[in-house]
């Protein structure tokens, strides 16, 4: 394994614990906070490994969160989707529309759904990002991607469960 292999997987795992990490959060700003430190570090890593639409991707990822955590307007959010359709010109193959896809799903998650939304998206998000990076190598990124997938479910379940207890309790005090 050369060095530029070894510090992009490096990266991968740094961004995977992040992600991870995030979709484990509580509220909808430390999941947006925790993915936008994860897309600043996969930016690196993609770079590295030459997989600069999934790169481009990212950093429009990270512009796209730190603008929906000031604003949820339909106007800057269809901004970001037209934005996330522009690394489509430099497509290679038919691979590279797979994460321009999870990032459109995901642009309309941060702009318009909750916390219980968002959760929702980022598994949808992340099935499609996950075989892009299994496709061009980036196995420790692939990792990460399966691991926020995984992460964010348990966290749905975990916060259905929670609603469930609450109901209960609230039925059983009536």
């Known amino acids: 394994m050369d060095a530029i292999l070894l510090i992009a997987n490096g990266l991968g795992l740094l961004a995977a614990l992040t992600g991870i990490i995030a979709a484990r959060s509580h509220d909808k700003r430390g999941i947006m906070i925790g993915n936008a430190l994860a897309n600043i570090i996969l930016v690196l890593q993609l770079g590295l490994l030459g997989a600069y639409v999934a790169a481009l991707l990212n ?17 800057v959010m269809l901004f970001f989707m037209v934005l996330t359709c522009l690394p489509c010109l430099a497509m290679a193959s038919w691979v590279d529309a797979l994460p321009v ?5 995901s642009t309309y998650g941060y702009f318009k759904l909750d916390k219980h939304g968002m959760r929702y998206v980022l598994v949808g998000m992340n099935l ?5 990076m299994v496709y061009y190598g980036a196995y420790i990124t692939a990792i990460h991607y399966t691991g926020v997938l995984l992460s964010a479910t348990y966290a749905i379940i975990r916060d ?8 209960a309790v609230a039925r059983d005090v009536l």
Do not use: D, F, K, Y
């Open 59 to 75: 950093i429009v990822n990270t512009t796209r969160i730190l603008a929906a955590m000031r604003t949820s307007n339909t106007a």
């Open 101 to 105: 896809l999870g990032s459109l799903i």
């Open 128 to 132: 499609l990002w996950a075989p892009v």
């Open 160 to 167: 259905h469960r929670n609603i469930l207890n609450s109901q």
